[in-house]
């Protein structure tokens, strides 16, 4: 195994060292550019072996002496002037099975994409490495890697590399849908709508933070309000025509107040204490919104998450997404709804309208991600219950599991210590079958009276 002295170099100070890994030519009279090496510190198991392409050659450098670029040797801990192993490696062994690619500030249609895989096939990456593609004006960053199950920190890309593009500048809708469960507590005692404000929107605010996101974020909340009345003649003149009646009679309203609309913000936690304030007076003045003095409307109910206007508000963003291209801006990328609900992944919904939303959403691109606060539960989700308009038929109810939607369950990191609670029945310890003689009976009741309280085992909801 033959060792190398280690050098660093500056990429731009130097024209003979104008590349990730300069070596000479003298050293390895079989290599060939375009060859992957594997460099790697002897005897360090918790060391990171670094892959690199060969992309050219300089006499300059000296005998048994390589110099990588400055910035990867500190990213994989290679210190300089130290012995390292280099060896040329097949690329097939190290291939890629995914890698992501993160760009920002920037419009890539398919065509770049497309263009852009091209050009990275048969090259070597590594983690947080820039790409610049200069025939197209691109510029990204690898963010992560994966081959054979496991996540890498370099790697080949060859023609079956699956390649994922994610836009850090996209343009985002957020809805939160102020259903009757957002008033009522979880497990922990906190209001799902403290779970979803407090918990998920204040983690992935701070994630885009970390990661310097810069999308376009608008923020709805959104319900659905039902009046208990049995004609259209117990309403007000001015509320009719703002009415809609269900597959069940009833008389609804869907209620949509924007928060935040098509804004960029460094720091997106500024926001989280003005939904706080929408979230105070949200059902009073939906509930009463068309209350008038010296006049009477039915009595109004805020719905269930399951009788909400899900559909609805994804097809609000579609409206705006599918005319994308209508005088667009070339500095961001990507489209993305994310209707977070404190149900769990039921909702009864039109057929109709569920098949005109998956088409849309499909031809169009557009992601849609539903994250419940709820308890998960023990059956599929998320899950589509259609309407039965025909009361006359007593079939069984018609279900359907959306592909098109991505689900995800929040739940939070919180924990509950044990309680100090002394139960008042005393539960025995586990014994053996042996113990169960009737010879042992006496001693068994005996170390059951006067089992202490620390041997108990505790069973409960709250278990750490």
Known sequence: ?????????????????????????????????????????????????????????????????????????????????????MRIVNPADVALDSIEITFKDQYMGRSEMWRLKTYLTDTCVY??????????????????????????????????????????????????????????????????????VNGFLTELFQKWKKLSCNHEVTIVLFSRTFYAAKSLDEFPEHMRDCLQLDYKGRFYEDFYRVAIQNERNDDWCTVLGQLRKLFTSYQETVLRYHERQHMKIPPATNSTATQG????????????????????????????????????GVFSVDRELTNITKQRIIDNGVGSDLVCVGEQPLHAVPLLKFHNKDTTLTSADDYSLPHWINLSFYSTNKKIAYSSFIPRIKLPLFVSDQALNADEGEENERNFLSCKQSEYKHNSLFRL
């Not at 033959?2 to 990429?11: A, P």
């Not at 699956?162 to 979880?186: A, G, H």
């Not at 579609?318 to 709804?337: A, C, I, P, V």
């Open 127 to 196: 983690v947080n490495k820039k790409i610049d593609y200069n025939d197209m004006q691109i510029r990204c960053q690898v963010y992560e890697m994966w081959s054979q199950g496991e996540r890498v920190a370099s790697g080949v890309i060859t023609d079956d590399t699956k390649i994922v593009f994610r836009s850090s500048t996209s343009m985002v809708y957020l809805f939160l849908q102020m259903s009757s469960e957002m008033w009522d507590f979880d497990i922990h005692g906190d209001l799902y709508f403290e779970k979803a």
């Open 1 to 85: 195994m033959k060792l190398y002295k280690l050098n660093t170099h500056t990429r731009g100070c130097n024209k003979s060292y104008d590349a990730d890994l300069v070596m000479n030519l003298k050293d390895h009279p079989n290599a060939n550019v375009g060859d992957v090496v594997e460099i790697y510190v002897p005897d360090d198991e918790n060391g990171t072996h670094l892959l690199l392409q060969i992309t050219e050659f300089s006499g300059s450098c000296g005998r048994d002496v390589i110099s990588i670029e400055s910035g990867i040797a500190v990213a994989f801990k290679l210190r300089p002037y130290s012995n390292v192993v």
């Open 309 to 344: 206007n899900f559909l609805e508000v994804l097809n609000i963003s579609l409206n705006t997404f599918e005319k994308h291209y209508l005088d667009r801006t070339f500095d961001r990328t990507g489209q993305l709804s994310v209707v977070i609900t404190p149900g769990v």
